[in-house]
């Protein structure tokens, strides 16, 4: 079974950068595609990326280019850096996994972490 | 605003059914039909309930089900239960490397 964990400071400063690991076990990280998604407190979901095992990622450009996936298959996981952060990047954090076909087409998200809240507050 | 417009919130007494849109702004938000439809209970994560519009995952009930015509896509939920109240969001794999969700809806039953 596969199962997906989010690690990191639950608190962060304003301007600062926000670091959060993704630990990944029952499955390899290679050959995936792997993303961030987040929920401000009380609002709906959001998706911040993803990155695949080869280093391919793609990022929301409503995120004005604050954010950097990236992935370590030695350790099996993948990390996410938010920088210059304020308090509108209050959210509960979820790593998720695509599911994806052969033709490298993705259908959905299969497994999600539990996810992690990061409050942004001097 | 998302992309994706869904209404805050429906409503429906055991046993009806219910539908929720999902409503693109541009065709190409939907054009490739990669829509997927989650289930959020408070506290957990979403879990996937429909993908490619209109197919279920396998263990999920055929209650649901899922279409689209034009811009929207639409969940139904046939045989309403006290358990199918709860948050429902849409999303949609745009194409370039581009995902977007709906701004969810909650269901009252």
């Known amino acids: 079974q596969v199962q997906l964990q989010e690690s990191g400071p639950g608190l962060v400063k304003p301007s600062e950068t926000l670091s959060l690991t993704c630990s990944v076990s029952g499955d390899s990280t290679s050959g995936y595609y792997w993303s961030w998604i987040r929920q401000p407190p009380g609002k709906g979901l959001d998706w911040i990326g993803y990155?695949?095992?080869?280093?391919?990622?793609h990022s929301n450009p409503a995120l004005n280019s604050r954010v950097t996936i990236s992935l370590d298959t030695s350790k099996n996981q993948f990390s996410l850096n938010l920088r210059s952060v304020t308090g509108a990047d209050t959210a509960v954090y979820y790593c998720a996994r695509y599911y994806c076909g052969a033709d490298d087409t993705c259908h959905y998200f299969d497994y999600w972490g539990q996810g992690i809240l990061v409050t942004v507050s001097s | 605003q998302s992309a994706l417009t869904q209404p805050a919130s429906v409503s429906g007494s055991p046993g009806q059914s219910i539908t929720i849109s999902c409503t693109a702004a541009?065709?190409?938000?939907?054009?490739?039909?990669?829509i997927s439809w989650y289930q959020q209970d408070p506290g957990k994560a979403p879990k996937v309930i429909i993908y490619?519009?209109?197919k279920r995952p396998s263990g999920i009930s055929s209650r649901f089900s899922g279409s689209k015509s034009g811009n929207t896509a639409s969940l139904t939920i046939s045989g309403l239960q006290a358990e199918d109240e709860t948050d429902y969001y849409c999303?949609?794999?745009?194409?370039?490397?581009?995902?977007?969700f709906g701004g969810g809806t909650k269901l009252t039953v």
């Open positions: 999303c949609s794999n745009a194409g370039g490397g581009i995902w977007v």
């Open positions: 490619d519009v209109y």
């Open positions: 990155i695949f095992h080869t280093g391919k990622s």
């Open positions: 541009s065709s190409d938000v939907v054009s490739h039909n990669l």
